[in-house]
């Protein structure tokens, strides 16, 4: 008798884990090199500046390309490559879209393409980064440094690994050449020179 309870606790134990085995989420974090590229429908790329000094205007560019290569799982001392396609802007505003199209900003017809290539990426602490690299805007570069987030690495329903990152940083706009300014009649700038950027980008691990 006892004999066959402890088959039956064993045969139990083993059904249990087997189903607690299927509902642990597969571990997706690889110790070897990866490659990985946007997943442009789930990443967007924004930008915010003053305006009169009162309030913000917003845009984003709706085309963009970019590329990590991790030597390791956890992405610390990743490089990174990311293109932005200067004629997708869009502030909401057509008109303002052309101006900034316009010589008197990106002058996108003779510099259709922001690049940024990474120097350094760097892990800080838990999920905080440290990301540096140049930044170029019609053909003046200068270094960025960015703050970074990982948001973690997951497979999808499909079985596509998937990665995510949120960028924060400011540059000068005039560093780069967009000069473009008036000023009200008390004195302000109609636009500021501090741009703060926005990157929220998920990447897929390519096979």
Do not use: C
């Not at 066959?4 to 110790?31: F, G, M, N």
């Not at 440094?145 to 690994?161: C, R």
């Amino acid at each position: 008798m006892k004999r066959i309870i402890i088959l039956t606790a064993v045969a139990l134990a083993t059904a249990s884990s087997s189903v607690l085995a299927k509902k642990t989420p597969e571990k997706t974090t690889a110790t070897e090199a990866s490659a990985w590229k946007t997943d442009a429908s789930h990443s967007s790329v924004k930008f915010t500046v003053s305006h009169l000094t009162v309030s913000e205007v917003e845009g984003k560019f709706k085309v963009f390309d970019g590329s990590i290569t991790a030597p390791s799982g956890d992405f610390n001392n990743a490089k990174i490559n990311f293109s932005v396609d200067v004629n997708s802007v869009n502030t909401d505003d057509d008109n303002r879209d052309k101006h900034l199209k316009s010589e008197d900003f990106f002058n996108a017809e003779k510099f259709p393409a922001m690049t940024f290539t990474s120097t350094s990426f760097k892990k800080m602490k838990g999920d905080i980064y440290y990301l540096e690299g140049n930044l170029t805007i019609r053909d003046v570069t200068k270094k960025v440094k960015f703050a970074v987030l990982y948001g973690g690495t997951v497979k999808d329903p499909w079985g596509n690994i998937k990665t995510g990152f949120k960028a924060t940083s400011k540059i000068s706009r005039k560093e780069y050449g967009l000069k473009w300014n008036k000023l009200t009649e008390a004195g302000g700038a109609v636009v500021g020179d501090e741009v703060s950027i926005a990157l929220n980008l998920e990447f897929a691990k390519q096979k």
